[in-house]
């Protein structure tokens, strides 16, 4: 069974800065990579950062330089720094596991990010 708990979303003005958590349980997290994903309304879910076991990154051209993600394996937390925030970041913020060999899912419940002046 695997269950994330995210925490750290809020409002913020253009320019601000915000830090998202995400708590994982799950069996065996050397076998996921963790990331995040952003659903703005009436827009499609998309990638935002991913990182793997190894601290191996991706970021969607939209976010870097701006957003860093990090991992600590001890803890299964995964973390997202956002820095220099626009209003077109606003979105509900998704923590994810993905299986490295299934490529299979697992959705946190999503955290609010707004961005407004």
């Known amino acids: 069974q695997v269950q994330l708990v995210e925490s750290g979303g809020g409002s913020v003005q253009p320019g601000g800065s915000l830090r998202l958590s995400c708590a994982a349980s799950v069996r065996d997290l050397d076998i996921y990579a963790m990331g995040w994903h952003r659903q703005a309304p009436g827009k499609q879910r998309e990638l935002v950062a991913e990182i793997t076991r190894g601290l191996r990154t991706n970021y969607a051209h939209f976010v870097k330089g701006r957003f860093t993600i990090d991992r600590d394996n001890a803890l299964a937390t995964v973390y997202l720094q956002m820095n220099s925030l626009k209003p077109e970041d606003t979105a509900v913020y998704y923590c994810?596991?993905?299986?490295?060999?299934?490529?299979?899912?697992?959705w946190g419940q999503g955290t609010q990010v707004s961005v407004s002046s």
């Open positions: 994810n596991l993905r299986h490295i060999w299934t490529d299979k899912y697992f």
